[in-house]
């Protein structure tokens, strides 16, 4: 544990890490503060509002770069400020925090409809929703305390992200562009390519994105020509590919430093160069050259680091993928709607009980509802039934707790400092986050109730129990009555999905090519966001162990289309003059998903665009994946099967 703890307060390379140590100590200084003045002026509920909100602040509003992370912030600190502070004052006014709550947890579960980046941001404001208006936590006090401790909590997360990111603001950007050359799969150079647009777009990182796609293009290309080769030729080229993944490596770590004045030898190696002077055939295949010509894309922009911020795109995208986004979503065919409408109703059924119930150990309650369903965020089931042993077996060990051990109350302050200090682990664990805020309540409520504390402990556990019931009962049936949930049809969802994103690649194709059909594009989008969310869902209705589909194969073809979903869309509101550098690449993908037995990668002409570059080099990486995947499910020859052209070359004049 003591080791654990060093190591993240260290860098990668072992040396004291002074920002984190800062932070650290900071957060110890002010919750030995905090409790000290809130235990001697009776305080205790002002300052455990600001450490709640001081931990959502930073759940919500960081993990990026620190000026992406203070963009966030702008929006999200005042509306959690807000919430944090009315919820309390709406105690005795049950039907509005009924409605307010109803209102947030449907709004935020639908929040990722307009971007998957604001997952986490919805995630945080409904958990922090539901323990303003719902634990008791600060009812008894006025409406000017609330403000000023939500307040002064905003403005501790606000200084303690300053001072983790102020001495490397871009610290998060480089290590997520440098995570491109080091995990492979579908899914990975989107994110970076979003936290790098997130961060302003600086040029050098964007060339950097351009050279890792290509050569992540270049790779699997490799690789697919490798699974058709004989067993010396594809043993060959798996040699090619591990030499290129350890010159990648080292690139990868002179992209995550915050200098560089030189390469190290080992990150200038020409990766084939090994393989051919070992012996064998001399010739190499079309994709090495793709190969090289990504990894000299990385060392020129390494060494060289340009900062200005690359071409924008073109206006207006931002707010029409939102629009198709909202469009395609709102309906009982998107998993994400279901989901955020199952949540909504049995946090309804849970509000009217803890109405009904009129009791402050009902306060867990529906916390323990939304660690059963909201972690959930497709169709299954699976997993239901854990969380829901776990939350009631974990109240009541901490129930028994309460009873047995004196100073229990300081558990309070620790678990908010271990909050603070873990919120990386919140941020990507959601169930860790609702866990804390239970152990934080079930604690509060216990000492300000006036009754023996086996009854508390007995209390907390049943109401507990009840809102995971709930939680599984309105999972359950509406896991049978919406549509959709019942009988998946993988074979037929994956090729609804490929006639789509079929239909959204070729209609930007034809706009790089001159053709006007920004109208036909908006409603391909809408199609394939809403046939790759279906397919996204999938994999968790595959659960019954009779069924003859793989699930991790389906999810595999999921991620990899909507990952090539997410390039099409993005490509293309990128300008007029740029699109033309993507037609080698659509024209390849379209070709790989019509059937073509030997891809290629195609030439991707250098045009000061990294960010169109990037784009048309994760086109054919993600289209790989997507193929590989494909062939598994639906066996060796599924392309006739699935191959069927929705858009009429002939209206769109695409040759």
Not at 207 to 232: H, P, Y
Request: contains cysteine; positive net charge.
């Amino acid at each position: 544990m003591k080791d654990r703890l060093l190591a993240g307060l260290n860098t990668e390379a072992g040396a004291p890490d002074l920002r984190r140590r800062q932070y650290a100590m900071a957060v110890l200084v002010t919750a030995v503060a905090a409790t000290a003045v809130g235990w001697l002026l009776d305080l205790r509920t002002p300052a455990l509002i600001g450490g709640l909100t001081a931990v959502f602040a930073l759940v919500a509003a960081g993990g990026r770069s620190l000026r992406s992370d203070l963009h966030r912030f702008a929006w999200f600190g005042p509306a959690l400020v807000l919430v944090m502070a009315i919820g309390p004052l709406l105690d005795a006014m049950p039907v509005l925090a009924g409605l307010l709550v109803a209102v947030v947890v449907f709004g935020s579960g639908m929040l990722p409809a307009i971007g998957e980046q604001y997952r986490v941001s919805g995630q945080t404001f409904a958990a922090a929703t539901l323990v303003a208006t719902t634990t008791g936590i600060g009812s008894g006090e006025p409406a000017w305390m609330l403000f000023l401790s939500t307040g002064a909590g905003a403005a501790f997360a606000l200084v303690l992200r300053v001072l983790i990111g102020i001495g490397d603001p871009t610290r998060a950007t480089r290590h997520a562009v440098a995570r491109t050359l080091l995990e492979p799969g579908p899914g990975v150079l989107e994110i970076a390519a979003s936290a790098w647009r997130a961060d302003g777009s600086s040029t050098w990182l964007g060339q950097v994105l351009a050279g890792a796609a290509r050569f992540r293009a270049a790779r699997e290309t490799l690789l697919a020509q490798a699974q058709r080769a004989d067993r010396i030729e594809a043993e060959r080229l798996h040699r090619i590919v591990v030499e290129a993944d350890l010159v990648a490596a080292e690139l990868a770590r002179a992209v995550r430093s915050r200098a560089c004045t030189g390469l190290p030898a080992m990150a200038r190696v020409d990766p084939a160069q090994a393989v051919v002077a070992a012996g064998g055939r001399q010739d190499l295949p079309e994709a090495v050259r793709g190969m090289n010509e990504g990894l000299d894309r990385i060392r020129g922009a390494v060494v060289q680091r340009t900062e200005f911020a690359a071409s924008p795109p073109a206006p207006g995208g931002r707010r029409q993928r939102a629009i198709g986004g909202i469009k395609a979503h709102l309906s009982l065919r998107s998993s994400l709607f279901r989901h955020a409408l199952r949540c909504t109703l049995a946090v309804a059924v849970g509000m009217v009980i803890v109405l009904l119930l009129d009791d402050p150990s009902a306060s867990t309650l529906l916390l323990a509802l939304y660690v059963v369903l909201a972690p959930a965020a497709r169709d299954s089931m699976n997993g239901a039934l854990e969380r829901t042993g776990g939350a009631v077996l974990g109240v009541v060990v901490l129930a028994a707790l309460i009873t047995l051990l004196p100073g229990v109350y300081l558990l309070v302050p620790v678990v908010v400092v271990g909050m603070l200090l873990g919120v990386e682990r919140l941020r990507t664990d959601y169930q860790v986050l609702l866990s804390s805020l239970i152990v934080v309540t079930v604690v509060d409520q216990a000492m300000r109730l006036d009754r023996p504390l086996a009854n508390i402990a007995i209390s907390f556990a049943s109401n507990t129990a009840v809102g995971a019931a709930i939680a599984l009962g309105v999972g359950y049936i509406s896991f049978i009555v919406l549509p959709s949930s019942m009988v998946p049809d993988v074979r037929g969802a994956i090729r609804s999905t490929v006639w789509s994103v079929s239909e959204l690649l070729r209609s930007v194709r034809a706009a790089g090519q001159g053709h006007q059909v920004r109208a036909a594009m908006q409603s391909a989008h809408v199609l394939a966001l809403r046939r790759t969310q279906d397919l996204l869902g999938m994999p968790a209705l595959l659960d019954e162990p009779d069924s003859d589909e793989d699930p991790q194969t389906t999810r595999a073809a999921a991620i990899a289309l909507d990952a090539l979903r997410q390039d099409v869309a993005t490509l293309a509101f990128r300008p007029e003059d740029e699109l033309a550098v993507a037609v080698p690449a659509l024209k390849a993908v379209d070709q790989l998903l019509s059937g073509r037995s030997n891809p290629k990668i195609p030439d991707i002409q250098s045009a000061g665009a990294p960010e169109t570059e990037l784009l048309a080099s994760s086109l054919v990486e993600n289209a790989l994946h997507a193929r590989a995947a494909i062939d598994q499910t639906l066996g060796n020859e599924p392309w006739k099967s699935y191959t069927i052209n929705f858009v009429r070359t002939e209206r769109l004049r695409i040759r």
